[in-house]
């Protein structure tokens, strides 16, 4: 490929190496999405952790839902709380105070050329999976494939660009890319899961199971009480455990994570003293629920802490996959029937701000109307999106949120629809080629519920019947893997360098993909183009222009109806823990880095009652 034709495919401004220089590269502690990583080479640990924290203690959380699988790789099954992060270790480690930066974890060094087209790990020689075998390339490059043919399908979008992967020595393995200039693919791969290949000789991959994993983590499956209960117990003498990026980290001795069905009872069973963290994710509990004995005795540590994470978006997902739904026009008409500002006095004490943005609450996210490169971006494509991209911000239906004022929402809704061809039919629900508009909002929570009934009254006025379905965790993800479903509430998490995942979001090939996150079915050639730009941009700047293009276009399209998210985490916890003086900008960091303090746990012991632990 010729320095004036990859030019012309990447960017001018993309400084290509010659060909000699593209065969070789100097191995480098970690490496950024774009610039330099912020730890040099000779770090002794990470600002936001305390090196010196003792070792010790227990850690109790909980979660709602179930489990039945150890194997979080594959479709089938629900996998288990806390397996991924704590029994399976990947090739390099993120931080979580740099946008997108990762440092050496399997690997020691990492090399990639300057066009990216190839990535070398080269494996730490001490590094040991829990049976004490050393992990090798070997085991690397069979994780590849197997993630590749037998793992969930997201693999296979977010690898799609990778050509090769060989194991050129027992600790040295090269991943070829089908293509140059994606800056993120390196990262991808150092984020990659790295398996035993030993231990699943003779096992079916593909099977979700309950069997105890072996892993190369710093803890490992302890006991477990399938669908209730899975307790992890730390690797006393874990390989990695002085490393400077884990340096300070994985304090607990054992972390349990109980399951609970209910989630009113798994909020009691916080206060009883059951567990000892809980991030809360529902503001009316938030407000309401915590004038607790434990609270007010200052046992129980109640705080919010700011953070600069992109919120992504939360929202009322269609899946357009549905006849009733291809029409954009239908989906702007229903978004005027969910009154936001009056929904977030009621039920979340005004503190939720309306998310405007796929990227919302980070630089990606796209405000007012589109200048400079971003519109030179979209003006490639006037004519193949909706016009409003070049001549409004977008900005969904608003109300006064007093109650009172939705008829003018409902009747801008009601032409939209007449325009999309639905009409009053005899038994008072609109219809359009003999079919009444009736449709389900799945859900698997309880608590969008009140959200929800609003909503589906409003819809009523206008004609159309929507009922509200709450299904168990597994009966929903069964579904969602299908896209058996109408609308869903759905999350599409960011990060601050989206690149590769997008593909699994938006792009046609995934639409029809059994397990994608393309839920909402999107095939759309423009989004499919930008999607392609956001993952070969050269520089953070691009980057920056080609996600905002995205955005609009998503936006415009309606795929969605936007709900809230906030800037801060809602925490409480029993005050038994330290915790490192520096607060990451863009996580918590509980599990990672806090650690169990032997004094404040002794004197909580002494004020609570012996039944309520």
Not at 50 to 74: E, M, Q
Not at 214 to 229: C, E, N, T
Not at 513 to 520: A, D, E, L, Q
Not at 552 to 565: E, T
Request: hydrophobic share 40%; net charge neutral.
């Amino acid at each position: 490929m010729s320095r004036l034709f990859t030019a012309f495919l990447f960017s001018a401004l993309l400084c290509l190496p010659s060909i000699a220089q593209a065969e070789t590269a100097t191995p480098l502690h970690g490496i950024a999405m774009h610039g330099a990583p912020k730890y040099a080479a000779d770090f002794k640990n990470l600002e936001y952790v305390n090196a010196s924290a003792p070792k010790g203690g227990a850690l109790h959380l909980a979660v709602a839902g179930t489990f039945d699988s150890l194997n979080p790789y594959v479709i089938k099954g629900v996998a288990a709380p806390g397996v991924t992060g704590m029994v399976y270790q990947t090739l390099m480690a993120n931080t979580e105070d740099e946008a997108f930066s990762e440092y050496g974890l399997l690997a020691e060094t990492i090399e990639t050329p300057q066009d990216r087209s190839w990535v070398v790990f080269n494996l730490r020689p001490q590094a040991r999976w829990n049976d004490g075998k050393p992990v090798t390339a070997e085991d690397v490059v069979w994780s590849f494939n197997t993630l590749m043919t037998e793992g969930h399908p997201f693999y296979r979008a977010y690898y799609a660009n990778v050509k090769s992967a060989v194991a050129e020595t027992p600790t040295r393995v090269k991943f070829t890319f089908s293509m140059a200039g994606n800056r993120e693919l390196p990262l991808i791969m150092g984020q990659m899961p790295v398996l035993p290949k030993h231990y699943w000789a003779g096992k079916n991959f593909a099977k979700s199971t309950l069997e105890m994993p072996l892993g190369s983590g710093p803890y490992k499956v302890q006991s477990i009480d399938a669908g209730r209960r899975i307790t992890y117990e730390r690797v006393a003498d874990w390989w990695a455990k002085d490393l400077p990026i884990v340096k300070g980290q994985y304090n607990f001795d054992t972390i349990v994570y109980d399951v609970y069905r209910d989630e009113t009872v798994l909020l009691q069973a916080f206060f009883s003293g059951n567990y000892d963290f809980r991030q809360e994710n529902v503001a009316k509990s938030w407000y309401a629920e915590y004038d607790q004995p434990p609270v007010r005795a200052g046992t129980i540590r109640k705080e919010e802490i700011h953070h600069s994470l992109p919120a992504g978006m939360q929202s009322f997902a269609f899946n357009i996959r549905r006849q009733m739904f291809q029409d954009a026009k239908v989906r702007q008409a229903l978004g005027y029937a969910f009154d936001f500002e009056w929904s977030n006095k009621q039920f979340a004490y005004g503190s939720y701000k309306r998310t405007q943005s796929y990227f919302a609450n980070s630089e990606l996210a796209s405000s007012g109307l589109p200048e400079g490169h971003e519109l030179e971006i979209l003006q490639k494509f006037k004519g193949q999106v909706p016009e409003e991209v070049f001549t409004r911000e977008f900005s969904p239906p608003k109300t006064s949120g007093n109650g009172q004022d939705m008829r003018q929402n409902l009747t801008a809704a009601k032409k939209l629809l007449t325009e999309a061809g639905w009409q009053m039919g005899k038994d008072g629900l609109l219809e359009k080629d003999g079919q009444p508009f009736k449709f389900e909002i799945l859900i698997e929570s309880e608590m969008f519920e009140r959200w929800i009934s609003p909503m589906i009254s409003n819809l009523k006025k206008l004609g159309i019947e929507a009922k509200l379905r709450i299904v168990d965790t597994s009966q929903y993800q069964q579904r969602m893997d299908n896209f058996d479903f109408d609308m869903t509430v759905a999350t599409f998490g960011q990060s601050l360098s989206p690149g590769n995942e997008q593909r699994d979001f938006w792009s046609s090939a995934t639409a029809d993909v059994t397990g994608s996150h393309n839920r909402i079915g999107i095939t759309n050639p423009v989004v499919d183009q930008l999607v392609d730009m956001i993952i070969s941009s050269p520089d953070r700047a691009e980057l920056v222009a080609r996600t905002r293009a995205l955005d609009r276009v998503l936006l415009w399209n309606y795929y969605v109806i936007p709900q809230w998210h906030l800037d801060y985490f809602r925490v409480a916890y029993w005050d038994k823990f330290g915790k490192p003086a520096i607060s990451p900008k863009y996580g918590l960091g509980v599990v990672d880095t806090w650690w169990y303090d032997a004094e404040k746990a002794a004197k909580i012991a002494s004020k609570v009652k012996p039944e309520a632990k």
